[in-house]
């Protein structure tokens, strides 16, 4: 098992490493001019080209790549051309704010999926699985910005229950950044106050972005517990008469899980990358925002943090979901 | 029953092909969410292929304006009302699925030929070009695809094109892996061994034998993906990149309809609508079709 | 998962249990402004603030936060817009307009408690030309390195290089910081990387945090100024979408929304507790057209485009604004209402069609538009329908505004149409007619290719001018002679569309930088 991990661990190094270099590819191939931009209308092409010497622009591309690399590893990521703000700040800044709504909409979906995904197997080919079916195709079909934008007209104009947007009331004093989740924040702090108020916040956003992975993990928790009620061991004991909700609870739904576990860990980094709508529909401070702006304004050394940051945590919580898929299971363990 | 026997060895072969594509039709009509999904990517291409003729107001799909008409709501001169230019938004929505259907289409297409040859090549080598190829795709796959797509899209400038293209370059590693598997379970099959041992040469071998035959599960994730191209068109035209006026385009209707809600919710609603309709036939239509040709996955 | 026996009644009823719960727990809103004796006043707007250096940043959001937290020269206030005293308690201008000679208010204090000095003016106004960029254009040509001196510690002379009717118009841009803090921080760019994020300022308020993107919250200080509203503080809430800076008015959650659209003042009608304020002001919203290449170089061609425009489509679309009438805004010195210009006449514009190198239309133009601005795509699209009928097509490209800009540096570059929003920056006529229709403007946005000597001699002789009535009749020649050239689509001027809180009190309208919302002044009840 160690021996397993300690080479699943080696092997980041290379996927990490490609992952620079492919960013840092893309990045700089892209057409567009992003000192000029940054410089301003009233420069000079005296000013553009010490602006391009500051940010070490007129290197060849693979010095550039050496530089980079080499400031990565000190935890530097560039300076944002635009802000003119170091990248990682930035990132600082808003980072948290992408992680507690991919968080909270991967809790939601799997405190709804996984047990409708039992429940749809288990009543298997009567009209609850039938529907669920058609409502998890449904629920994948539907475009994320739409449905915030629909659940923003319900149930904040309309109804007036949840706030239109933002993460917390902006006149009122964040409590005390520790992770810099404010829901997580605020239980640390012992403000239940705030911690209410941060989820009402919370809600809507979480509740858009919940509604894909929430179908697929119920259709996957479907499939696998299907599969695992045909096999023999279960078959055994309800042979043996043990209750159904047993069986289901005890031993399907353990080893059901493990499948899903895949799904959930490939969602939570396809999320980290999906929030751009949903944080644009409700003002939601996060990645996705940051990203757009430096795609509009073509500053390249944001992109490529974002990008370097989402793809990171993409690769990390893999590793992590097939760690524990080990656990959970076994037999699927390398020897 | 008569004692109806089919001829063996001549006959057997093309009725075996024609049988499984029977009985196939046959399940997919049995489920009748597949047949409501057939029935809407019809209704969807008959719009994006006659869709600006039949409009009650085609005019309006190429830039008119009606400015003394503006935010109608729904009535029988305008089924969806008039949008903030006084345009025909029943109008706007069937143009844009001609925009739509077109562009999702192409991008399944190109990243599906684009993958299919990488994956080809990667299985076909086999050794080192199949290593590195995966990893590419793998690592590819790490890349958050929207923001890589919006990167790529502003880059290039405004245009369908340009947004197809953008698009396509994180939709490839998906048909790669495919039919990579698909082609080193074939490499070995026999009739490949066949044609080697008589001299074909490997280009030869990998497009006309091997690839073909993969087509099928190829065919299934087209169908499959269809529905999130058309959902990731509309996501870029809803940030703003992608089209120009005065092409409509669901996403970018939705997105200019944002400031006119709750007062103007027509505006806003049927865009909307039509996305979730469009991407979930497909959906539908490609569930269906997996069934069908995939039996494995069923159940 | 299991479902109870009623599942319809019982979910039903726990939603709407949970619904009363979640809503009786969101205290009202306006609570949280006035908790613990704090009065802060917040403002909703789109524009980020990314740089504090008074001589660098531009646009209304750092006008904002400059105009609060550092004090200059002189105020504007009113309508029409007059210069007041400000860190200048009192003025002298010499005869022939070069000398200007201000006495300093010497109760004026740095945050830090150091007293203001001449000094700190002479440094402040150096640095500014120095480094030439933000507001600097206002004062190039008529304040030089040398033409600033400190008489002594409280009394600031300028000897102008040129006479400038507008001098005391554009003081309240050129912002006065504390020469002690900047030098001891100069780095290696003149304080540039210093001053971006730290203030040495002696105005009303301070900053007291920024969160990029997200909100900055400014403090009122015990400082100088005598007087004032009740403010504790003020905080610029980044609210990128109209309709949610609307909404957020309406239920009393920001006191001041500073860019709606005519369709959210239309929908704020009648709302309890929402004062809308539609004032018209100087900012003007036209459409360019390349007078030095390609084919609208033509004159006749953009006769006939002039005359085929659906001005009355482009009223409709835009809301609440007017018609401009020839390149001058409308109301401001100098302006003649009853100027001679092009309005929809299709018979006209099949006339100088007819006339041009291409009599049957036949070709197709581009315009380009700052991608997201809604109302230039919407003027791009009334202008489509319109040359439809000149048989011309149009082609419209969303563009981004860096892109747009470097497209200006050269005739070739610049596309057949180019919209712009000209803002007035001071209430001068000086103000659009040099920024907009003189040659020395050609390669930047404002005027990228316009150029006519016989306006430049007459928008010069307009600046020196001391004399109102002849200034007045400059301005006239000049607006004559611009329409005659047909180098733009006259386009309209859309009022300034603002919502207040009707417990913020204290608020006067200037149509000058109305957005950049001045809070020494305001209080709340």
């Known amino acids: 098992?160690?021996?397993?991990?300690?080479?699943?661990?080696?092997?980041?190094?290379?996927?990490?490493?490609?992952?620079?270099?492919?960013?840092?590819?893309?990045?700089?191939?892209?057409?567009?001019?992003?000192?000029?931009?940054?410089?301003?209308?009233?420069?000079?092409?005296?000013?553009?080209?010490a602006y391009g010497r500051e940010f070490g622009l007129d290197r060849p591309l693979w010095e550039q790549y050496g530089r980079y690399l080499w400031g990565l590893l000190q935890g530097d990521l560039g300076v944002s051309i635009y802000t003119r703000r170091p990248v990682i700040e930035d990132l600082r800044a808003y980072l948290p704010a992408t992680l507690e709504l991919v968080l909270a909409a991967m809790t939601l979906a799997v405190l709804v999926g996984v047990p409708m995904g039992l429940w749809a197997a288990v009543q298997r080919d009567r009209w609850p699985d039938y529907l669920s079916r058609v409502l998890a195709l449904g629920a994948i079909s539907m475009p994320r910005f739409f449905l915030g934008l629909l659940l923003q007209l319900g149930l904040a104009m309309a109804l007036g229950w949840l706030?239109?947007?933002?993460?917390?009331?902006?006149?009122?004093?964040?409590?005390?950044?520790?992770?810099?989740?404010?829901?997580?924040?605020?239980?640390?702090?012992?403000?239940?106050?705030?911690?209410?108020?941060?989820?009402?916040?919370?809600?809507?956003?979480?509740?858009?972005?919940?509604?894909?992975?929430?179908?697929?993990?119920?259709?996957?928790?479907?499939?696998?517990?299907?599969?695992?009620?045909?096999?023999?061991?279960?078959?055994?004991?309800?042979?043996?008469?043990?209750?159904?909700?047993?069986?289901?609870?005890?031993?399907?739904?353990?080893?059901?899980?493990?499948?899903?576990?895949?799904?959930?860990?490939?969602?939570?980094?396809?999320?980290?990358?999906?929030?751009?709508?949903?944080?644009?529909?409700?003002?939601?401070?996060?990645?996705?925002?940051?990203?757009?702006?430096?795609?509009?304004?073509?500053?390249?050394?944001?992109?490529?943090?974002?990008?370097?940051?989402?793809?990171?945590?993409?690769?990390?919580?893999?590793?992590?979901?097939d760690l524990l898929y080990g656990l959970l299971n076994p037999k699927v363990r390398p020897a | 029953m008569s004692a109806e026997m089919s001829t063996p060895s001549a006959r057997r072969p093309r009725s075996a092909g024609r049988e499984a594509w029977r009985r196939g039709l046959y399940r997919f009509a049995q489920s009748r969410l597949s047949v409501l999904g057939l029935a809407i990517v019809s209704l969807l291409m008959l719009m994006a292929l006659v869709g600006p003729w039949l409009a009650p107001y085609p005019e309006h799909l190429e830039g008119a304006v009606s400015t003394a008409a503006r935010f109608q709501p729904p009535s029988a001169q305008h089924w969806f009302g008039t949008n903030e230019m006084g345009q025909d938004v029943f109008s706007l929505v069937m143009g844009g699925a001609r925009v739509s259907v077109l562009a999702g289409l192409a991008v399944v297409l190109l990243g599906a030929l684009a993958g299919t040859l990488v994956g080809g090549i990667a299985g076909f080598a086999g050794g080192w070009t199949d290593d590195l190829l995966m990893r590419l795709s793998d690592l590819k796959l790490t890349i958050p695809g929207l923001v890589l797509a919006m990167a790529v899209a502003a880059a290039l400038g405004p245009g369908i094109f340009n947004m197809v293209v953008a698009i396509s370059l994180s939709w490839w590693p998906g048909y790669a892996r495919l039919v990579r598997g698909e082609v080193l379970a074939r490499k070995e099959d026999l009739y490949v061994t066949a044609a080697r041992a008589i001299g074909a040469r490997p280009a030869?071998?990998?497009?006309?034998?091997?690839?073909?035959?993969?087509?099928?599960?190829?065919?299934?994730?087209?169908?499959?993906?269809?529905?999130?191209?058309?959902?990731?068109?509309?996501?870029?035209?809803?940030?703003?990149?992608?089209?120009?006026?005065?092409?409509?385009?669901?996403?970018?209707?939705?997105?200019?309809?944002?400031?006119?809600?709750?007062?103007?919710?027509?505006?806003?609603?049927?865009?909307?609508?039509?996305?979730?309709?469009?991407?979930?036939?497909?959906?539908?239509?490609?569930?269906?079709?997996?069934?069908?040709?995939?039996?494995?996955?069923?159940? | 998962m299991h479902h109870s026996d009623n599942p319809q009644v019982n979910r039903r009823q726990w939603l709407g249990a949970s619904g009363a719960g979640l809503a009786s727990l969101v205290l009202p809103l306006d609570a949280f402004a006035q908790q613990g004796g704090r009065r802060v006043l917040v403002i909703a707007a789109t524009q980020d603030i990314p740089n504090f250096d008074p001589h660098i940043a531009t646009g209304y959001s750092a006008s904002f936060l400059l105009r609060n937290v550092y004090d200059a020269l002189v105020r504007v206030e009113g309508s029409p817009p007059k210069p007041v005293p400000e860190l200048a308690q009192s003025w002298t201008v010499s005869g022939d307009g070069k000398t200007y000679t201000f006495k300093l208010n010497p109760a004026a204090r740095f945050h830090n408690g150091k007293p203001l000095t001449a000094d700190d003016v002479v440094y402040s106004f150096k640095r500014a030309l120095r480094l030439n960029k933000g507001n600097a254009w206002m004062i190039q040509g008529v304040v030089g390195q040398d033409s600033v001196t400190a008489v002594d510690a409280g009394t600031v002379r300028f000897n102008l290089l040129k006479p400038f009717a507008a001098f005391l118009h554009v003081l309240p841009w050129i912002w006065v910081v504390s020469k002690a803090d900047v030098e001891a921080n100069l780095g290696s760019d003149d304080g540039q990387t210093y001053l971006r994020t730290q203030t040495a300022a002696s105005g009303g308020f301070k900053v007291r945090r920024a969160e990029a993107g997200n909100l900055y919250e400014l403090d009122r200080v015990d400082g100088w100024q005598k007087g004032g509203g009740n403010l504790t503080g003020v905080i610029w809430r980044i609210v990128r979408e109209t309709a949610s800076q609307r909404l957020l008015i309406q239920r009393g959650e920001v006191h001041i929304a500073v860019d709606l659209t005519s369709e959210d003042m239309d929908a704020l009608k009648d709302k309890p507790g929402v004062v809308r304020i539609i004032e018209p002001e100087y900012r003007t919203f036209s459409i360019k057209m390349n007078t030095r290449h390609g084919p609208m170089a033509d004159l006749d061609l953009r006769k006939a485009v002039s005359y085929a425009v659906n001005y009355k489509g482009i009223l409709d679309a835009a809301g609440y604004a007017d018609l401009m009438v020839g390149p001058l805004p409308n109301g401001i010195l100098g302006h003649n209402p009853q100027l001679a210009v092009y309005r929809t006449d299709m018979a006209k514009?099949?006339?100088?069609?007819?006339?041009?190198?291409?009599?049957?239309?036949?070709?197709?133009?581009?315009?380009?538009?700052?991608?997201?601005?809604?109302?230039?795509?919407?003027?791009?699209?009334?202008?489509?329908?319109?040359?439809?009928?000149?048989?011309?097509?149009?082609?419209?490209?969303?563009?981004?505004?860096?892109?747009?800009?470097?497209?200006?540096?050269?005739?070739?570059?610049?596309?057949?149409?180019?919209?712009?929003?000209?803002?007035?920056?001071?209430?001068?006529?000086?103000?659009?007619?040099?920024?907009?229709?003189?040659?020395?403007?050609?390669?930047?946005?404002?005027?990228?290719?316009y150029a006519n000597p016989e306006v430049?001699?007459?928008?010069?002789?307009?600046?020196?001018?001391?004399?109102?009535?002849?200034?007045?009749?400059?301005?006239?020649?000049?607006?004559?002679?611009?329409?005659?050239d047909a180098p733009d689509i006259f386009g309209v001027l859309e009022k300034r569309k603002l919502a207040l809180r009707d417990n913020v009190k204290g608020f006067q309208f200037a149509p000058v930088a109305s957005n950049a919302i001045e809070c020494f002044g305001l209080s709340l009840t």
Not at chain 1, 187 to 212: D, R, T, Y
Not at chain 1, 247 to 258: D, E, G, L, P, Q
Not at chain 3, 349 to 375: D, R
């Open chain 2, 204 to 299: 030869r071998l990998l497009l006309v034998h091997i690839l073909p035959n993969v087509m099928t599960p190829v065919i299934v994730k087209m169908s499959l993906d269809m529905g999130f191209a058309i959902l990731t068109v509309a996501s870029l035209g809803f940030i703003g990149i992608g089209v120009k006026p005065p092409t409509p385009e669901w996403g970018s209707l939705l997105s200019v309809a944002r400031s006119y809600m709750p007062d103007f919710w027509w505006t806003a609603i049927f865009p909307g609508l039509a996305i979730f309709l469009a991407v979930f036939g497909f959906n539908l239509l490609g569930d269906g079709l997996r069934d069908v040709f995939d039996p494995r996955s069923r159940r």
């Open chain 1, 163 to 321: 706030p239109l947007g933002g993460r917390f009331p902006i006149t009122e004093e964040l409590p005390l950044r520790i992770t810099g989740l404010l829901t997580v924040d605020a239980l640390l702090a012992g403000n239940l106050n705030a911690f209410w108020v941060a989820c009402q916040h919370l809600l809507m956003p979480a509740l858009a972005m919940s509604l894909s992975p929430l179908a697929t993990i119920m259709r996957m928790m479907r499939g696998s517990t299907l599969e695992v009620l045909q096999q023999d061991y279960v078959l055994t004991e309800r042979a043996l008469g043990l209750p159904q909700r047993l069986i289901i609870t005890k031993y399907v739904a353990r080893n059901a899980f493990s499948a899903t576990l895949t799904v959930i860990g490939l969602y939570f980094g396809w999320l980290l990358g999906g929030t751009v709508l949903v944080e644009t529909v409700f003002d939601w401070p996060g990645l996705g925002l940051y990203a757009t702006k430096a795609v509009v304004t073509q500053d390249f050394m944001p992109i490529i943090g974002v990008t370097l940051v989402i793809g990171t945590l993409f690769v990390l919580v893999n590793l992590l979901v």
């Open chain 1, 1 to 49: 098992m160690w021996s397993y991990l300690v080479r699943r661990l080696l092997l980041l190094v290379p996927v990490l490493l490609g992952l620079t270099v492919l960013v840092f590819a893309i990045a700089r191939l892209l057409p567009g001019d992003p000192v000029a931009l940054a410089a301003g209308p009233n420069a000079s092409p005296a000013e553009i080209a």
């Open chain 3, 349 to 449: 514009a099949k006339e100088h069609l007819a006339k041009s190198k291409s009599p049957n239309g036949g070709i197709k133009l581009t315009m380009a538009y700052v991608s997201g601005l809604e109302q230039q795509r919407r003027f791009g699209l009334v202008l489509l329908d319109s040359l439809k009928q000149l048989n011309i097509q149009l082609d419209i490209k969303p563009m981004l505004w860096p892109d747009m800009v470097a497209a200006c540096a050269k005739p070739e570059t610049f596309p057949d149409f180019f919209p712009v929003y000209q803002t007035a920056n001071y209430g001068d006529p000086d103000n659009v007619a040099f920024a907009a229709y003189h040659s020395s403007r050609n390669g930047n946005w404002q005027n990228a290719v």
């Open chain 3, 456 to 484: 430049d001699a007459l928008i010069e002789r307009g600046r020196a001018e001391p004399d109102s009535a002849k200034r007045v009749a400059i301005y006239r020649d000049m607006q004559q002679k611009v329409v005659a």
